[in-house]
């Protein structure tokens, strides 16, 4: 199983502000990159997929991918209370996916 | 509606009794994929198949079995070897299993033993 490590939370932030969330592979084969978000109790919902080098944004999220260095990044702007969740980085390992850990985010008013 | 369903939504198991989870997907996917979570950690698979009739061991597979008769279907029994099962199970599918395909999960199934 190749690996996939995500920065140890929890993470606090304030309402209003960035969080940012990071995550390393092991795989430099890799080619295609997720961001799920996880209420407590719930199951994972996709946020966003990159695949290409760069930023990729949608709405108040931003994924950042540097394969040279092996790390994919997530950007969360304008922090909401409903934000608070756990995020998972899942990475291709052929044609299943591994996932990180998880970082918890508290966006707290 | 199109999407995935798991059940039950809660499962309680003896000691040395075998269950069997329920993923039933109508998005005409032809991956499906069973993971374990538990508490504080990431996702784990247990097993996946890219088409009917086909599957593959994931990364924890010993104490689980699969089947994949119809397309739609893809249930997980959780066998008496299986030392450990209190965990939270997911169910997914992709559309075809290639590399690009993002995988949408059910609701889970929380599986206690007692």
């Known amino acids: 199983q190749k690996e996939v490590e995500q920065n140890s939370g929890p993470l606090s932030v304030p309402e209003g502000a960035i969080a940012s969330l990071n995550c390393t592979y092991s795989?430099?084969?890799?080619?295609?990159f997720f961001w799920y978000r996880q209420y407590s109790g719930k199951s994972p919902e996709l946020i966003m997929s990159?695949?290409?080098?760069g930023d990729k944004e949608d709405g108040r999220f931003t994924a950042q991918l540097n394969k040279a260095s092996q790390y994919v990044s997530l950007l969360i702007r304008d922090s909401q209370p409903s934000d608070s969740a756990t995020y998972l980085c899942?990475?291709?390992?052929?044609?299943?996916?591994?996932f990180g850990a998880g970082t918890t985010v508290t966006v707290r008013a | 509606d199109g999407g995935i369903t798991q059940s039950p939504k809660y499962l309680f198991r003896k000691e040395g009794q075998n269950v069997t989870l329920s993923c039933e997907q109508n998005?005409?996917?032809?991956?499906m994929y069973w993971y374990r979570q538990d508490p504080g950690q990431g996702l784990r698979l247990i097993y996946y198949?890219?088409?009917?009739?086909?599957?593959q061991k994931g990364d924890i597979a010993e104490g689980y079995s699969v089947s994949r008769e119809k397309k739609e279907s893809f249930p997980l029994t959780v066998t008496s070897a299986q030392k450990n099962p209190t965990a939270f199970y997911l169910c997914?599918?992709?559309?075809?299993?290639?590399?690009?395909?993002?995988?949408?999960f059910g609701p889970g199934t929380r599986l206690t033993v007692l």
């Open positions: 997914a599918s992709s559309i075809q299993g290639a590399l690009r395909d993002t995988q949408y």
């Open positions: 795989d430099r084969g890799s080619q295609s």
């Open positions: 990159i695949y290409s080098n």
């Open positions: 899942a990475v291709n390992d052929d044609y299943k996916l591994s």
């Open positions: 998005l005409n996917h032809d991956a």
């Open positions: 198949s890219q088409i009917v009739n086909d599957f």
